[in-house]
């Protein structure tokens, strides 16, 4: 049998482990609602202790929650946007574009470069799905991406809330000045949820929620150049897991507490 690979991350890289975990779980389920092939095999071969994505099934609703939803939103716009080059801040261990395999030209997966050094170990990508290590507040990976006038998608997955709102800015403003036109989906949690609740296993990463916002049209307002187009709820997402969501799921409270995916074009 094959020594299993063992991963020392700490903060927020360490929390792409987490919701890996979260995906390769549900994909073994008999009745799963999504399946990540790629997901299982990684965790397969990770030496990791996954006890408290185990104990986590908030963290774990929610990362499958977002995946339904944004394999839903990334493929439409696919199918209307042919040829389109995709960029996904914030990446991880994130394997989406295997599940997207044919329907865009370039997919570039941008993470941190402790980040990529991990998913170079699992993944190897070097066209038309390529890495590249780089902060998403540095213009510097912008300036690796090819780009001749395709409609650009930019996926923002499981980030802003580790941010501070500087940032959320600056990193926008490195997308705006590379792209002519661009839309990005931006998952992001509501102030209260940043401020008052705390996941065990992404705690347990030393991981912090540190930024929210409340809807598009208020992020809107923060960045020069963006319109925000609509706003998902991840709702969507938890009545495809749980139907009693089809109802409680109405109740403003509960919609407004809920991640979103803030849909933002230049």
């Known amino acids: 049998m094959e020594k299993k690979k063992p991963i020392n991350l700490k903060g927020?890289?360490?929390?792409?482990?987490?919701?890996?975990?979260?995906?390769?779980?549900?994909?073994?389920?008999?009745?799963?609602?999504?399946?990540?092939?790629?997901?299982?095999?990684i965790a397969a071969e990770l030496d990791?202790?996954?006890?408290?994505?185990?104990?986590?099934a908030t963290m774990a609703s929610g990362v499958i929650a977002r995946t339904i939803?944004?394999?839903?939103?990334?493929?439409?716009f696919l199918e209307k946007n042919p040829g389109a080059v995709v960029v996904n801040i914030a990446c991880g261990l994130d394997t989406r574009c295997y599940r997207m395999t044919g329907r865009y030209k370039r997919w570039y997966n941008v993470d941190l470069p402790e980040?990529?050094?991990?998913?170079?170990?699992?993944?190897?990508?070097?066209?038309?799905?390529?890495q590249i290590a780089g902060s998403a507040m540095d213009a510097s990976y912008a300036g690796a991406i090819s780009y001749d006038g395709e409609p650009v998608l930019v996926i923002i997955e499981g980030l802003t809330m580790y941010l501070s709102e500087q940032e959320v800015k600056q990193m926008f403003a490195v997308i705006a000045d590379r792209f002519e036109e661009v839309t990005v989906m931006a998952e992001t949690m509501s102030p209260f949820v940043a401020s008052h609740i705390k996941e065990k296993s992404i705690e347990g990463s030393q991981a912090k929620f540190s930024w929210g916002v409340k809807n598009g049209k208020e992020l809107?307002?923060?960045?020069?150049?963006?319109?925000?187009?609509r706003d998902v709820s991840l709702v969507e997402g938890m009545e495809q897991m749980m139907p009693v969501y089809r109802v409680i799921g109405k109740i403003p409270f509960v919609c407004n507490l809920s991640n979103k995916i803030l849909v933002m074009k230049k």
């Open 115 to 130: 980040t990529m050094q991990v998913r170079e170990r699992f993944l190897n990508e070097n066209g038309p799905i390529y």
């Open 48 to 56: 990791y202790d996954f006890t408290k994505a185990d104990e986590d």
């Open 220 to 229: 809107q307002k923060l960045l020069p150049g963006f319109e925000n187009q």
């Open 12 to 41: 927020v890289p360490e929390t792409m482990l987490q919701t890996l975990y979260a995906r390769a779980k549900e994909s073994k389920k008999e009745d799963h609602v999504i399946y990540d092939e790629k997901a299982i095999e």
């Open 69 to 76: 939803v944004l394999d839903q939103m990334v493929g439409e």
